[in-house]
């Protein structure tokens, strides 16, 4: 790293490994989300589109 940057900036990059990701220096966001199901049937009706009034695409067939 450069001397001249903040106590801050080194803490927060600090171990870096700039190889991976590309050698970006901020690692890149992943989205993702954990849902919350009654029960597994609920799961993979909403899943396999088989849930009335779903707003997702259609099934692909």
Do not use: C, W
């Not at 009654?38 to 009034?53: P, R």
């Amino acid at each position: 790293m450069k001397p001249d940057k903040s106590f801050f900036i080194k803490v927060v990059h600090a171990g870096e490994d700039l190889t991976k990701h590309y050698r970006a220096v901020f690692v890149p966001i992943d989205n993702a989300t954990i849902f919350s199901f009654t029960n597994s049937n609920e799961g993979a009706t909403i899943h396999n589109y088989q849930k009335e009034g779903s707003t997702r695409l259609q099934k692909v067939k």
